[in-house]
């Protein structure tokens, strides 16, 4: 017996390529895991709207990962930028535009006394992700 598992997904989507629900499209939130409250939403994702750059929180298929020191990485955005995010209170610290959109979770690591991130650029699946690449981007992190 041979079983074969397959998937396929679909989106709602308007004439224009957009998704069919108002923004932000992707967000991250903290989430206090004990009283359940959300302390806070912070969109994630720069589009061009009107020839103007704006964070509207675009559609995420990368990921997120933190640092003892409260910096939380994100990537996978359809702008195609890494992003550093202060665990606490959500506000942007740093992005860093990428040849492509991310496709998994940031990589943290030390090595000889420093920390670092990676990003893996390759532009994932998602419709909207015109540009590929096989780039990993790798940043040493000031405390």
Not at 34 to 62: D, F
Not at 63 to 91: K, M, P, R, V
Not at 109 to 134: A, E, P
């Amino acid at each position: 017996m041979k079983i074969v598992a397959d998937g396929a997904w679909i989106q709602f989507l308007t004439n224009d390529g957009l998704p069919a629900s108002n923004p932000p499209w992707g967000y991250i939130s903290k989430l206090d895991l004990v009283s359940g409250k959300i302390l806070w939403n912070a969109p994630v994702g720069n589009m061009n709207i009107g020839g103007k750059k704006t964070k509207i929180g675009t559609v995420t298929y990368g990921g997120l990962a933190t640092n003892s020191a409260g910096i939380l990485f994100s990537t996978g955005t359809e702008d195609s930028n890494a992003y550093a995010l202060d665990a606490d209170t959500g506000q942007e610290l740093w992005s860093y535009k990428m040849d492509a959109a991310g496709s998994a979770p940031p990589i943290i690591f030390n090595h000889n006394k420093k920390q670092y991130v990676s990003f893996i650029s390759t532009g994932g699946i998602y419709h909207n992700f015109k540009k590929k690449s096989s780039t990993i981007y790798t940043f040493t992190i000031s405390e």
